[in-house]
């Protein structure tokens, strides 16, 4: 595995930093044709490196919790393509993006191979997205972000307000799986609006995994972004249809950069504060999970929600009458309270 991670690594630094030499056997149209492609190939990464202290436990960790690297480009006008890996996930070695996306017509474009199926937004499940150093509950124990299928997105504006409507179809399975199936997995989302502004979205994913999971996601969000702050919240249901269990979870979330040069290495200060929950059959038993996140982050660049150093502190709070219901359904799982100080970087 280390071998095949190093190679991509090669791969991709040589395709990002090389000009190629043609031989003079090719035409001056393919040559340039090539040289057009190369030129519009981009390589874009992340790196998450932190430490953590856990009160509860009274210990300490460092970790690199993400190292991605990625490559993406333009084959010709209306064909794109994207390739990214995660080198190290708590060290596991994943192949995230294989996909290509085709232009159609004006506002529609299909994409096909491994990539973000429509139930969750970059901002909960992207760790160079994320708005403080862990995934709210709804984009880390629902289901995984990506599939293998075809997705076909349609954009056009209604007086010059944004909506988009996508539809996909896939393996089941999530990523890496090419799993024959005689029960696909399918998903749609409504998105209203564009992520300056306002934005709404609302989707559902059908995921006939197994006869023991056999689940129906729902969601809806709302956010509004503007210059220099940003508030989100979201809605999650999974129902599934072999247990008659339902997990439910909601978030708020919000950030605030405040314009601050600090010698010569930070832009920009960022509080930021959230709120979520979760809990199984909540009608009856109400939210067995709840956790308060404070941060502040200390911006590197001039693009904000971006590149930064942040601290942050996570209080949880589990009824005490629920704790063997969290325990029966999360085995294993770390509900402490939690100080993170992490390192994040967008190139």
């Avoid at 979201?234 to 950030?255: C, F, P, T, V």
């Amino acid at each position: 595995m280390r071998i095949v991670s190093l190679s991509l690594l090669t791969v991709l630094l040589l395709l990002s930093g090389i000009t190629p030499c043609w031989g003079t056997s090719q035409n001056d149209s393919t040559q340039t044709a090539k040289q057009e492609m190369l030129s519009k190939l981009e390589t874009f990464g992340v790196l998450k490196a932190r430490v953590e202290y856990d009160f509860n436990a009274e210990m300490y960790r460092f970790a690199v919790r993400n190292a991605r690297l990625g490559l993406k480009g333009q084959l010709s006008q209306g064909v794109n393509y994207q390739m990214q890996a995660e080198l190290s996930n708590n060290g596991t070695f994943t192949i995230l993006d294989l996909y290509s996306s085709i232009k159609i017509i004006d506002g529609l474009t299909l994409t096909v191979g491994q990539a973000g199926h429509p139930l969750f937004n970059a901002y909960t499940v992207s760790p160079g997205s994320l708005l403080f150093a862990n995934r709210p509950f709804i984009g880390k124990f629902f289901t995984g972000s990506r599939e293998i299928g075809a997705t076909a997105k349609y954009s056009f504006n209604i007086q010059e307000f944004p909506i988009a409507l996508e539809a996909g179809i896939y393996n089941g399975g999530t990523i890496n799986n090419p799993r024959w199936s005689n029960a696909p997995s399918y998903a749609g989302r409504l998105t209203l609006g564009s992520m300056t502004g306002f934005r709404s979205t609302v989707k559902a994913y059908r995921y006939p995994l197994s006869d023991v999971e056999d689940y129906l996601f729902w969601g809806v969000d709302f956010r509004y972004e503007a210059s220099n702050w940003r508030l989100e919240t979201e809605w999650m249901n999974r129902h599934n249809y072999a247990d008659k269990l339902d997990l439910s979870s909601y978030y708020i979330q919000g950030g605030y950069a405040i314009p601050c040069q600090i010698g010569h290495l930070f832009d920009h200060l960022l509080p930021a504060v959230r709120w979520d929950a979760m809990g199984y059959d909540i009608s009856e038993n109400g939210f067995q999970i709840n956790r308060l996140t404070v941060g502040l982050g200390f911006g590197l660049t001039k693009k904000l929600f971006s590149s930064i150093i942040r601290i942050d502190y996570e209080l949880y709070q589990i009824p005490e009458e629920d704790s063997a219901m969290v325990a029966k359904f999360f085995p294993g799982e770390n509900f402490n309270d939690k100080l993170t100080l992490e390192l994040l970087i967008n190139f």
